[in-house]
């Protein structure tokens, strides 16, 4: 029987995992365990079944590797479909692509040693917000009682062990342009991409999740990573 991890059935699912080299790659089977089921729940899309096999094989042994949770509500990392187009065959393909969300961005940054403390936060447009760079640098944000739902900033903030603090702010217009580098915000109109102007995939289910990993990579920018991260 000629195995895949695109089959619908979950028993198939599984087996084929088992028959790939992923099995050989994670030695522990309590991980292999965790990884198959949620790898099983998440091939129930269309989408990401639609996707190149050995591309989803990729990005599952990412995830496992870095030690990442891989259903979507814990927000540690994302597998988005992706489509390319070969100007030479002029054809497309959907590959699946690996992205760490901001919770797996705060993951690596406590496992530095230097972070003692990380906060991630989206701001609404009512509520009361203020930020200066500078010798004094600060961030001062008071959420306001009731919100529209509208975002205006997104803030990461961390606090060293060695008693320092850094921040990163963003804007909304900063969040949109993040947005314009994911491929999953496109939409292919016969053979030319075009831009959804409506969040679309992972970031219409939670756009300040998305929006939070501009923050928080710059934050992780300035902190130098253990060498199985960097790996």
């Known amino acids: 029987m000629n195995l895949s ?25 309590d991980t292999f365990n965790r990884m198959a089921v949620a790898a099983a729940h998440l091939l129930n899309s269309d989408d990401l079944r639609a996707c190149d096999e050995l591309s989803i094989l990729g990005a599952l042994y990412k995830a496992v590797t870095l030690g990442f949770r891989l259903e979507p509500e814990f927000g540690e990392c994302y597998l988005i479909p992706r489509k390319l187009y070969d100007k030479k065959t002029k054809e497309s393909k959907q590959v699946c692509s690996f992205q760490i969300g901001y919770r797996g961005w705060k993951a690596m940054m406590m496992q530095t040693g230097y972070v003692s ?46 008693g320092n603090e850094i921040f990163e702010v963003i804007n909304k217009q900063a969040a949109e342009k993040s947005r314009r580098f994911s491929e999953s915000q496109y ?9 959804s102007e409506k969040p679309k995939s992972y970031w219409q289910k939670g756009y300040s999740a998305m929006a939070l990993r501009g923050p928080i990579k710059k934050l992780a920018a300035m902190l130098p990573l253990t060498p199985a991260i960097e790996t």
């Open 117 to 162: 403390n990380i906060q991630a936060r989206e701001v609404y447009k009512e509520d009361q917000f203020f930020v200066k760079y500078g010798t004094a640098a600060m961030i001062e944000h008071t959420p306001a009682d009731e919100n529209s739902g509208e975002t205006s900033h997104f803030y990461a903030y961390a606090k060293l062990k060695d």
């Open 187 to 195: 939409d292919w109109v016969g053979k030319t991409k075009v831009f």
């Open 5 to 29: 991890i695109l089959s619908q059935n979950t028993d198939e699912q599984r087996k084929a995992l088992e028959a790939s080299q992923l099995k050989v790659l994670i030695s522990n089977p």
